[in-house]
């Protein structure tokens, strides 16, 4: 080997261990700057319990891990409750893995594959608070929404912006809500620099590694917008862990860990009702919180976002996120942030998809408001940058304060209408079709609740 090029293969791989080496320095020293604090579920007056939903285990055929070990993990990392959805089977309720296992519940439900011949490609629906699933994915969405609408559970839209199985069709009355961050949709669609790094960064700390790909899934925030305008549209988090990377000779390598992924984002749901420690209780109180949506999504991987509240008053009467009020008219709302050590947080209102005002840097922060719609929050904080600087990124996303949104939904276009950049006009124009004047409650969800609650 002539030595010019012992000489050169030698400089290269100082060169490589010497960045290997700053690369790791760094993600420590960004993991230091967002400390990890431990969450309470105790506020005051309420209860705020931090979980997932859509994740899988071994009944998943793509999938691996149990529901002990998550719950282990789930435990460990002081998450309160856990809901798995195993591919097209609710086999894990009828084997009894829900339940309470140390301080995590575990529920367990369904995320069900529609492969229809009128659309393109697969796209997927999450079922919840099931005793029975029994269908074909070539099965009609009518036909597993009604089953679903019959046993009293809920639903929800998965995936809606992948760009391999995103949302095609109308968004059905009976679909409480959608994901509106996908941890998997968020890979595919992260760009390149971003998922480079992210992968660089995973070695040192997944954590941080993980917060590299975050981005505003535009799209899907566009069809949650566009639905919630006209009826209450629950967003929640989807981790969708699998645990399990097939390799060539029946080798599975688990990636990404439970252990890895749970700490980067979680649905908070605030609820007055606590935790008693049975089943079949906290059950409810975590599925009454979803049907509500009295819940908001938060990064915590960047910041414990617990303590977050976005409420309403109008008179005596009360509404948090979720709720609403009937008729539009002045309402006072207000935000609460966090304690937090996050530098340049900024509370941004939206109102039916659009933001119409913010407020920098403060832990508190009111506005009044009567126009009709669908009233939400975006808090914004830095997030420190590789080569120093910081990168602006959402930390908390608030489930919307609904005021006069009482229409009926007419069938909304899907996802696909909705291009990049594009005006909610299209779902616009079909505004007040089929108007009966009542109120349209998502799942059996209680209406009049919103509008009675006390404070
Ligand atoms: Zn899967
Ligand atoms: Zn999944």
Not at 212 to 231: C, G, N, P, Y
Not at 332 to 351: G, H, W
Request: proline share 5%; glycine share 8%.
């Amino acid at each position: 080997m002539p030595a010019t090029f012992k000489k050169k293969a030698a400089i290269a791989a100082i060169a490589l261990i010497a960045l290997g080496a700053a690369t790791g320095l760094r993600v420590k020293a960004i993991a230091r700057a967002l400390p990890v604090t431990a969450h309470v579920a105790k506020q005051d007056g309420y209860n705020d319990y931090q979980g997932v939903i859509h994740w899988h285990t071994h009944y998943s055929a793509d999938a691996a891990g149990t529901y002990k070990d998550v719950a282990a993990v789930a435990n460990a990392q002081h998450v309160d409750f856990m809901i798995a959805t195993e591919h097209n089977n609710l086999q894990a309720v009828k084997d009894g893995k829900e339940g309470v296992y140390g301080k995590v519940l575990i529920m367990s439900g369904v995320e069900i594959t529609r492969k229809h011949p009128e659309l393109h490609h697969n796209s997927y629906l999450l079922g919840l608070d099931l005793k029975d699933y029994d269908h074909k994915r070539t099965d009609s969405t009518d036909s597993i929404l009604a089953d679903i609408r019959k046993q009293g559970g809920l639903t929800f839209i998965a995936h809606p912006q992948n760009p391999r199985w995103q949302w095609e069709g109308p968004v059905d009355a009976r679909i409480a809500g959608l994901e509106i961050i996908d941890k998997s949709d968020e890979w595919f669609t992260s760009p390149i620099p971003d998922i480079l790094r992210g992968l660089a960064f995973y070695g040192f700390d997944p954590r941080i590694g993980f917060l590299q790909m975050f981005h505003r899934l535009d799209k899907t925030l566009a069809l949650w917008d566009s639905v919630s305008e006209k009826r209450p549209f629950v967003g929640i988090y989807a981790p969708d862990f699998h645990q399990a990377v097939h390799l060539p000779f029946r080798t599975v390598w688990m990636f990404p860990k439970a252990a890895d992924i749970l700490p980067v984002a979680h649905d908070h749901i605030v609820t007055r009702a606590a935790f008693n420690g049975t089943l079949e209780h906290d059950k409810k109180v975590v599925y009454d919180a979803l049907r509500a949506g009295n819940l908001y999504v938060a990064i915590d991987g960047l910041a414990d976002a617990t303590g977050f509240m976005f409420k309403a008053k109008r008179g005596d009467k009360n509404a948090w996120m979720g709720d609403g009020f009937e008729t539009a008219g002045k309402t006072d709302f207000t935000v609460t942030l966090p304690k937090t050590t996050l530098q340049n947080t900024e509370i941004a209102v939206y109102r039916n998809g659009k933001e119409i005002r913010n407020g920098k840097n403060t832990g508190s922060y009111s506005f009044e408001a009567a126009k009709p719609g669908a009233y939400r929050i975006e808090v914004r904080a830095d997030m420190p940058a590789f080569f120093g600087g910081a990168r602006r990124m959402t930390w908390i996303y608030s489930n919307p304060i609904y005021i006069g949104v009482s229409q009926p939904l007419p069938q909304l276009p899907g996802l696909a209408q909705y291009a990049e950049g594009e005006d909610d006009g299209a779902a616009a124009h079909q505004h007040g079709a089929a108007a009966d004047g009542g109120k349209i409650c998502p799942a059996g969800q209680d209406c009049a609740k919103a509008d009675q609650r006390k404070d």
